[in-house]
């Protein structure tokens, strides 16, 4: 089983739609979560943490269940520029080798006029 | 004023070839790592040092040597170069060991022919 899963998509949405990735993680162990961006033929960026309680940031929502071992991403109203790879990462812990980021394959998502 | 720059872009080689890719920060950062990236997207730590000392070594050949003269600086040198060491090689930096948001280059796009 692979330690971070995603669907990979492709995802092709209109302009104006509501999309949402999901990503889960086979470490219980894991402490911290984040969702990064990557263009095409580009670096990764980070797009937001995701913490227990849910976070927002402008069209952007992450949501975090540590029962289920499970990440989402919400993105609303998408824009053509929300065209991307989206890469869900996991930090193991705080300590050695633990504290590396471990990522998703990524979810691609293409936005439509 | 690029935050973390990587040289080459891209490196073309033959097998059994001994190549190097270079690494810098301009921001200041303590932690740097090297990441590989494969045909199918998967994101991999290979190494992580902090103020110029290995703290993560992944499994990874030993054909991979990496070298941190100051904590600017990171680079990656691979001998006997195989078919299977192309990919995308990226450089990153964090503020600190925590890593909590990490800045990558544009990356290394290595093709052994």
């Known amino acids: 089983r692979k330690e971070v899963e995603q669907d990979p998509g492709p995802f092709n949405v209109p302009e104006g739609a509501t999309v949402a990735f999901n990503c889960t993680y086979s470490?219980?162990?894991?402490?911290?979560f984040f969702w990064y961006r990557q263009d095409c033929r580009k670096e990764p960026k980070l797009l937001m943490s995701?913490?227990?309680s849910g976070n927002e940031d402008g069209r952007f929502t992450a949501q975090l269940n540590r029962a289920s071992q499970y990440i989402s991403l919400l993105i609303r109203d998408s824009k053509l520029s929300d065209s991307a790879t989206y890469l869900c990462v996991v930090r193991g812990g705080t300590s050695g080798s633990a504290r590396q980021l471990t990522f998703g394959s990524g979810t691609q998502l293409t936005v439509l006029p | 004023d690029t935050a973390v720059s990587q040289t080459p872009k891209y490196l073309v080689t033959q097998m059994g070839n001994d190549k190097s890719i270079k690494c810098e920060q301009n921001l200041g950062h303590d932690t740097m790592y090297w990441y590989k990236q494969d045909s199918k997207k998967f994101l991999k730590i290979m190494f992580s040092y902090n103020n110029k000392e290995l703290i993560i070594n992944e499994t990874v050949p030993n054909r991979f040597s990496p070298k941190s003269p100051d904590k600017a600086h990171l680079n990656l040198h691979i001998n006997s170069l195989e078919l299977g060491d192309s990919a995308v090689y990226f450089c990153?930096?964090?503020?600190?060991?925590?890593?909590?948001?990490?800045?990558f280059g544009p990356g290394t796009r290595l093709t052994v022919l």
């Open positions: 990153a930096s964090s503020q600190d060991i925590s890593g909590y948001e990490q800045f």
């Open positions: 995701v913490y227990s």
């Open positions: 470490n219980s162990a894991s402490q911290s």
